[in-house]
């Protein structure tokens, strides 16, 4: 039976990006009984805009590799520029290359078509509780590239190479990389890493960030992480080598009634 959305704590959001009309209709249909809020898009030029928009607000994305405008693998690398939330790829293509590429790209599972509803819905399914796992948590290490954090050692390393690191930067760093893509403004930094009963100028932020780039670039990181949104704050991205790859579940034999073209 369907789960509605009465019956979650929260509704996930779904971002559908597929060119096929009618199994893009068919999916968005199932994936709304399911109880998500389901978001579509035909091409992947209209799907880097709504990420840039709602990009915040997705739990999940449904990607199709062969799409008019920008292909399914620009799309990606566009997502993994500044968001970590997870993508399943869709391909009627099933050479080993492209799955190879998708993963190393950052997708979290890849779907050749035709496919089982019921599979793919799982997928989908076991996809979303993951986030939600993972957001509930802090995770052990975070991986970002080379770059990896662990927050319950207050360690971080680059290449295996430990870089040292004050409190204020490490909680920095923890603090911008658990969110990547999110804008955080320099008060929010102040009273997430110095406290709100602690009364520091704004400043303060900037120079610590100034210290921590240059430690980040020390260590051979050549992408600047850490960037500045002027007149808001800073903010994580990850470059489409970034973020943890997951290896996709098996595929079981197929069960849908559709074959579509791309």
Partial sequence: MPTHASERNETATVLLVEDDPTLRSTLAFNLTREGYD???AADGTSAIDIIA?????????ILDVMLPGANGFQVLRAIRRDHAFPVLMLSARGEEQDRVDGL???????????????????RVRAAVRRKAVVSARPPGVLYRGQLQIEPDRRRATVGGVELQLRPKEFGLLVTLAMEPGKVFQRQELLDT???????VDERTV???????RGKLHESGL???CIRTVYGAGYRFTLSPDQGTVEL???????????????
């Fill in 53 to 61: 928009e709602r990009g915040k607000d997705l739990d999940l994305v």
């Fill in 206 to 212: 900037d120079v610590h960030i100034s210290w921590l």
């Fill in 248 to 262: 996709p579940e098996s595929p079981s034999p197929p069960m849908a009634a559709h074959q579509p073209s791309g």
């Fill in 104 to 122: 190393e790209l950052g997708a979290d599972d890849y779907v050749v078509k035709p496919f089982g509803l019921r599979e793919l819905l799982a």
């Fill in 193 to 199: 890493v110095w406290g709100t009963d602690v009364f």
């Fill in 38 to 40: 389901v978001l579509t």
């Fill in 222 to 224: 050549t992408d600047d």
